[in-house]
């Protein structure tokens, strides 16, 4: 019983870092990039100051990147320590793994034009709502630490003197020996704890659940979404054959929302880099709107919502949504997951080393 127990739980745990691995290797390289080759006064004016403005960028920035739930961790993270408020992090952090286009195409041709609108809209709405809160009730974590002094460092110890090729492989050797280490642990830990929930509680009730619109409550699912791990894109034929079961509208908006925006890997590291009032605030924030949202769309939007089916014309977008969607080999999935292990391992091992200490000094 506990090896099948331990055999769920593994095959859980490598399914969702295999599928996450490829998108948080190219994070950590794309957020090294970004961090050696974008001047901190730049990115200053940018998302660095309470300005309404700050997150509408940090927004649309992450409503136009495909990239999951996971993945988006070390991106929003890079931008936080190279100078970013919290406020424009969250919501960059809230609308990636909400909205990219495949996930919009896919949304209307299975979901229908008002659902998938209201999605789109509320994929808008919810990440400026969650950065403004973030700037509001922030407190010391409202910039990274010793992120002033840093920006305030002259332009020439920068990097301005250093040509294309080092800056490239220092902003490599942040992304992956700085952050990709502060942050992997936190992922791997995050990752076995939702392989141990799917292991725990079957799919089966997890489907009973949600199949029985009787019994679905807009808290029940914004909990659910939550605490599961579900990407923008792979979650919507699930919704949709919800609806087409009989769910309310609400329903599909509330756990499209916090389904895609809200899993324990990214809760975690948020929790673990940032602090526990980040957060609270990116949480809270984030399902009572989808609840909100989800309440609206039932009582005064779409009151009389008649359930989509498929036509010639959802063919045809998911057609195009389809070819949005990059799958990586499986052979490239592995190596990356490896090398996510590797990043959390070497984190630990001042830790591993220190209790081995311990112990030959306790004999």
């Known amino acids: 019983m506990i090896a099948g127990l331990l055999n769920r739980v593994f095959t859980a745990f490598f399914d969702i870092l295999n599928g996450a691995s490829v998108w948080l290797v190219l994070s950590f390289a794309l957020a090294g990039t970004l961090h050696s080759f974008l001047r901190p006064e730049k990115l200053q ?8 403005s700050s997150i509408m960028r940090g927004t649309v920035s992450g409503m136009l ?9 070390p991106l929003g993270l890079g931008l936080y320590y190279s100078g970013a408020w919290l406020g424009p992090t969250l919501a960059f952090m809230t609308a ?7 996930a919009v195409l896919l949304a209307y041709g299975l979901l229908g034009p008002q659902i998938a609108t209201i999605y789109l809209v509320s994929g808008f709405v919810v990440p400026m709502i969650v950065g403004m809160a973030g700037n509001r009730f922030a407190g010391p974590e409202l910039r990274a630490p010793g992120i002033e002094e840093f920006v305030n460092v002259p332009a020439m110890e920068h990097g301005d003197g250093i040509g294309v090729g080092r800056k490239f492989i220092s902003g490599l050797h942040w992304g992956f020996m700085e952050l990709g280490v502060m942050v992997s642990r936190y992922i791997v830990m995050g990752v076995f704890l939702a392989g141990v929930i799917i292991a725990v509680i079957p799919r089966t009730t ?19 979404g939550a605490v599961m791990y579900v990407c923008a ?15 309310a509208p609400g329903i599909a908006v509330t756990f499209l929302m916090t389904g895609a ?11 673990r880099t940032i602090g526990k ?4 605030i990116y949480t809270l924030t984030m399902v009572a709107a989808s609840m909100l949202i989800g309440y609206l769309t039932n009582v005064l939007l779409l009151r009389d919502f008649v359930p989509f089916f498929g036509s010639d014309h959802a063919t045809g977008t998911i057609g195009m949504a389809k070819r949005l969607i990059v799958a990586a080999p499986k052979p490239l999935e592995y190596l ?15 830790r591993i080393r220190q209790l081995l200490t311990g112990a030959e000094c306790s004999r």
């Open 206 to 224: 997890i489907q009973e659940y949600l199949g029985n619109p009787g019994m679905i409550s807009l808290v029940g699912i914004a909990v659910l």
């Open 65 to 73: 990147l495909p990239i999951c739930s996971c993945g988006v961790i």
């Open 277 to 280: 009032r980040a957060v609270a």
């Open 96 to 102: 990636t793994p909400i909205i990219n286009p495949a």
């Open 45 to 52: 004016r940018m998302l660095g100051n309470g300005r309404l």
């Open 261 to 271: 925006a809200t899993n324990l890997p990214e809760l975690i590291s948020i929790y």
């Open 233 to 247: 894109v792979g979650h919507i034929p699930f919704v949709a054959a919800l609806v087409a079961s009989g769910a």
């Open 336 to 350: 990356c997951s490896g090398i996510i292990l590797a990043l959390a391992v070497h984190a630990c091992l001042p």
